[in-house]
């Protein structure tokens, strides 16, 4: 089995270190992960400037670009074969609610199931990499329960479809973990105001405020699970299709043709 590993933090962070060195233990791994820090990417691709793959150390590279340049990249060109499993992580920080729609770690997870590979992204609930080798185990256990899952689909003659999970790990000791729940995406309420200063030269600059407080947190939701202890998982898709208003817009349509 092979596992391709990215993230969004740059292949030096501490959370994608400590998971590669654990997921060696399960599988071949290859790690392409960006040179930088690129939170809050999402699913950017670099198409007006060029990219530069480097070479660490036998199955690390590092890609002058964002998680979804280095994951396709990966699979249009670096790799020889598919991997069986794309992982992505683990981030530093939550990426819950309306937190997935920025996060460059859930982008370059989401890459690979848009190539049709089974993809997982992992962050740990706060910031710090506290209690980091408890996340990594719990990671590694699930990463262990996924490729059984899908070399037994392969043994039992089963295509294996693509899925897309987001798991956030709270930061506490593995003792403390009340197991995994399925939970669906909460909301924020919106960001803080943006932060302005002038620079020396007396121009203005804009910082981009935090994040705001959970406006839908209640039970069922991935902010309710890891406040209760939980790990975090909320399978994901890509169609943003609004169906339940289909029938409405189209009379607009209608009205217009």
């Known amino acids: 089995m092979r596992i391709l590993i990215s993230n969004d933090d740059g292949y030096q962070a501490e959370g994608i270190q400590a998971l590669r060195r654990a997921l060696a233990s399960l599988a071949e791994v290859i790690t392409i992960a960006p040179e930088v820090n690129n939170s809050a990417k999402s699913n950017a691709l670099s198409l007006h400037n060029p990219i530069y793959v480097r070479d660490v150390e036998p199955g690390l590279q590092y890609v002058t670009g964002t998680p979804a340049d280095c994951v396709h990249i990966a699979l249009t060109g670096l790799l020889d074969a598919p991997p069986d499993l794309v992982v992505s992580g683990i981030n530093n920080g939550a990426n819950m609610g309306d937190d997935t729609i920025y996060s460059g770690t859930v982008g370059a997870a989401m890459e690979g199931y848009l190539f049709g590979i ?104 991935d902010f309710h699970a890891t406040e209760q202890g939980f790990v975090s998982v909320t399978p994901l898709q890509v169609d943003m299709t609004d169906h339940e208003h289909l029938r409405y817009w189209a009379a607009m349509a209608a009205d217009l043709s």
């Open 118 to 221: 089974p993809s997982v992204a992992f962050s740990q609930v706060e910031r710090g990499w506290t209690h980091l080798d408890d996340a990594v185990a719990v990671a590694t256990d699930m990463v262990a329960y996924l490729l059984q899952h899908i070399e037994q689909g392969r043994r039992e003659g089963r295509a294996v479809s693509p899925w897309l999970l987001n798991v956030n790990i709270p930061s506490r000791p593995r003792q403390e973990l009340r197991g995994l729940q399925v939970a669906r995406l909460g909301r924020r309420h919106a960001a803080q105001p943006v932060i302005c200063q002038d620079n020396p030269r007396g121009e203005t600059m804009y910082w981009i405020g935090a994040a705001g407080a959970a406006r839908d947190g209640g039970v069922g939701t």
